[in-house]
């Protein structure tokens, strides 16, 4: 039974895999080798939820979206122990908000 319950505490925190906070996500952003890493979690917030969240208009979406986020995360250092989901999408919203329709 002992051995079960340290197997279990091995194994256990790697079962529990917390998303990316802001402070990492800056980091991915701010090194040109990570720099594609964060492009990928930007655009899938930005392609799934442009155009109803957040209004990006602009001829280069992709540029404008990842100038948005890194703005956001450095202008706002008290939230960035928040996950990376959300910060993005305040990023996204605060900089590109939708016309009241």
């Given at each position: ?15 529990a ?16 080798a990570?720099?594609?890493a964060?492009?990928a979690?930007?655009?899938d917030?930005r392609i ?5 969240l957040f209004c990006?208009?602009?001829?280069n979406?992709q540029?404008?979206a990842f ?5 956001y995360?450095?202008?706002?250092p008290q939230e960035r122990?928040r996950?990376r ?8 919203r605060s ?7």
């Open positions: 039974m002992k051995r079960l319950v340290l197997l279990l505490l091995f194994i256990a925190p790697g079962l895999v917390a998303e990316d906070d802001g402070d990492e996500l800056l980091g991915l952003m701010q090194r040109p990570s720099r594609e964060a492009l979690h930007i655009d917030v799934k939820w442009g155009g109803s990006i208009a602009s001829d979406p540029a404008a100038a948005a986020v890194k703005t995360l450095e202008d706002h122990y996950p989901r959300y910060l993005i999408f305040q990023g996204l900089a590109y908000p939708c016309p009241q329709q």
